[in-house]
């Protein structure tokens, strides 16, 4: 157990709707990273948060947002759902703002867009 | 625009020999490597990195290599155990951008380690 949960675990959801992946990030930590693992991928980062601010931005499509509440907790919010963003949505935590040895990975939530 | 590619999908290898996976990057601000474990329905975990200013770091069983004129790493795994099998992903960051807080991944590299 990574300490970093995340939920739900799947979700099922039509074409052109909206959905929010929630992320709890490991006691202590002020960071808390996204990232998208489509079929035969790796990691794609989407986006960073540091103690509620956005820190660092990747491939991430103007239909997904996020953001980072005061209890550190993060929410992914992807809206006008395509097929292609189906996908394993991971979340990672670490106490500083390096994506390095101290960042921890939560199981992932797996999104299925039908 | 793939920066980061593990060309072998997968690799298998018999318990007690060793396991070799290989990396390969593009981008030469690239200055910090990773390499994450990853079973199935769990996310990825660190398992060693290495930093540009070394070629070579060990942590037990697992030795990581680095080849900047060749932009190439490879995590070694020796010996190999069963419960090794896990799908491997190598990792890049550039320390030096402004978006330090990004890990660049590689596809993965699904190891089988046979009894």
């Known amino acids: 157990d990574s300490g970093v949960t995340q939920t739900p675990k799947h979700l099922i959801t039509a074409t052109g709707q909206r959905v929010t992946l929630r992320c709890s990030p490991r006691?202590?930590?002020?960071?808390v990273y996204w990232y998208q693992q489509s079929l035969d991928q790796g990691l794609q980062f989407l986006i960073q948060?540091?103690?509620?601010?956005?820190?660092a931005k990747g491939n991430i499509l103007e239909r997904f947002s996020a953001q980072q509440f005061p209890d550190l907790h993060s929410e992914l919010n992807l809206s006008s759902l395509e097929l292609g963003d189906s996908a394993l949505y991971f979340c990672?935590?670490?106490?500083?703002?390096?994506?390095?040895?101290?960042?921890?990975f939560g199981q992932g939530t797996r999104l299925t867009v039908v | 625009d793939q920066q980061v590619k593990q060309n072998s999908p997968s690799l298998s290898v018999q318990e007690g020999r060793i396991s070799i996976l290989n990396c390969d990057y593009t981008?030469?601000?690239?200055?910090?490597f990773l390499w994450y474990k990853k079973y199935p329905a769990e996310g990825p975990t660190f398992l060693i990195s290495?930093?540009?200013?070394?070629d070579k770091n060990e942590d037990g069983r697992f030795t990581v290599f680095l080849n900047k004129s060749a932009k190439h790493l490879s995590l070694h795994i020796v010996p190999s155990q069963p419960g090794d099998s896990a799908v491997y992903f190598c990792?890049?960051?550039?320390?030096?951008?402004?978006?330090?807080?990004?890990?660049?991944f590689g596809q993965g590299t699904i190891l089988t380690v046979h009894p």
């Open positions: 290495i930093s540009s200013i070394k």
């Open positions: 990672a935590s670490s106490v500083t703002g390096q994506m390095n040895t101290e960042a921890f």
């Open positions: 948060y540091y103690n509620g601010e956005e820190r």
């Open positions: 981008n030469s601000m690239f200055d910090y």
């Open positions: 006691s202590g930590d002020l960071s």
């Open positions: 990792a890049a960051s550039a320390t030096r951008e402004t978006s330090y807080g990004k890990l660049t």
